[in-house]
């Protein structure tokens, strides 16, 4: 029987054929792939199959509008902005938030279709164990519970005059949709956390006018990078912000 076409080669040859916008594209689906691992398989730049023998595609062939994508994303234009991660120089341009557009059934897929589904796989993690040692329900699925852990740990290790922002979390899983939308929030998966309302800024409560969204933050960047490092994106970097919102994804870090 004649060898198959090896993985790294096909993906060569359609990263080759297809020029640099297939390249980053290609690039972004490696690290989904490889941070998501056990849920499916990059066949090439088109498909993706999962384990239980499905097959995706990649790509809806839609040319979409920033709200259209948001209404209703593919794994592709949820791929296509990029994370910048670091301490941000200037506030988010418009439309500029990678993480916000997220294709939902993808989510549903990994981490569960339904309330029921989703809390399965919840387990309760301490939220800064040593000083409010708070409850929180997180999901297991991609060791997100041990991510958050660890980030509980070195948040609980600032110096005290930071612990304000984070030391009363509004919430991590709540099965609900985005306010104002039909899209599932985050929440529902088990995978975000918001860690203070109080020093919370987003973007509707600051009158966006038809000169766009005024910028407000107060959430200081030492906390972000905590949770940079181990996996979670945040929303203060959104053109759309909520910045006592952040959410666990790899893919984009
Ligand atoms: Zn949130």
């Avoid at 203060?236 to 912000?241: A, E, I, P, R, T």
Wanted: charged fraction near 20%; glycine fraction near 4%; aromatic fraction near 14%.
């Amino acid at each position: 029987m004649r060898k198959k076409t090896t993985y790294p080669l096909l993906l060569f040859l359609v990263c080759a054929s297809y020029g640099s916008y297939s390249q980053s594209l290609l690039q972004r689906l490696q690290k989904l792939q490889q941070v998501y691992s056990q849920h499916f398989t990059l066949i090439d730049t088109t498909q993706i199959r999962w384990q239980d023998g499905s097959l995706w595609q990649i790509d809806d062939k839609q040319v979409k509008t920033h709200e259209q994508q948001l209404a209703k994303a593919d794994i592709q234009d949820q791929l296509a902005q990029n994370y910048v991660k670091g301490q941000p120089k200037n506030p988010p341009l418009a439309n500029e938030e990678a993480g916000r557009i997220r294709c939902e059934e993808f989510f549903r897929k990994m981490y569960g279709n339904s309330p029921q589904e989703v809390e399965k796989n919840l387990t309760t993690i301490r939220w800064l164990p040593k000083s409010v040692n708070i409850p929180l329900k997180v999901t297991t699925i991609n060791n997100v519970h041990l991510r958050l852990q660890a980030v509980a740990a070195e948040l609980e290790a600032l110096p005290k005059h930071l612990h304000h922002y984070f030391n009363q979390p509004a919430g991590t899983y709540y099965w609900r949709t985005i306010a104002g939308t039909n899209r599932l929030s985050t929440h529902s998966f088990g995978i975000a956390i918001d860690i203070n309302v109080k020093f919370s800024d987003y973007w509707h409560w600051n009158k966006p006018s038809n000169k766009g969204i005024p910028y407000k933050n107060r959430i200081p960047y030492e906390i972000v990078a905590i949770f940079e490092k181990h996996g979670f994106v945040w929303g203060g970097k959104w053109y759309h912000y909520d910045t006592m919102h952040f959410e666990f994804r790899p893919e984009l870090l």
